[in-house]
């Protein structure tokens, strides 16, 4: 099994920045891609963006541009450094993770408890 433990949510106004981070414990070996979906009220969970080992990165229409996403293998954690942001991007943030065998494809199998976002003055 694998532990994903989220942080880094909050309240910003928009056009702020947040940067939220993942920390993965457990079966570490069993995973090589991690990544970030978000879902807002009445609406389905979307990809933000995902990233494997091989560095090979996947984005949703909506983070193009504004979002990035980056891993630190040695702390297993990944990255969601977040700019630009509007009140559209209001959300609970779920990091998720699991294998690939080489692309980002994901949802995977692994979730977290997700980290609330609000955008708004």
């Known amino acids: 099994q694998v532990q994903l433990v989220e942080s880094g949510g909050g309240l910003v106004q928009p056009g702020g920045s947040l940067r939220l981070s993942c920390v993965a414990s457990?079966?570490?070996?069993?995973?090589?891609?991690m990544g970030w979906f978000r879902q807002a009220p009445g609406k389905q969970r979307e990809l933000v963006a995902g990233?494997?080992?091989?560095?090979?990165?996947k984005y949703g229409d909506s983070a193009i541009g504004r979002f990035t996403i980056s891993r630190d293998s040695a702390k297993d954690t990944v990255y969601l450094q977040m700019i630009s942001l509007k009140p559209e991007d209001t959300a609970v943030y779920y990091c998720n993770a699991g294998y690939t065998p080489l692309y980002y494809r994901g949802p995977y199998k692994y979730w977290g408890q997700g980290t609330q976002v609000t955008v708004s003055s």
């Open positions: 457990g079966s570490i070996s069993s995973i090589n891609a």
């Open positions: 990233i494997t080992d091989g560095g090979i990165t």
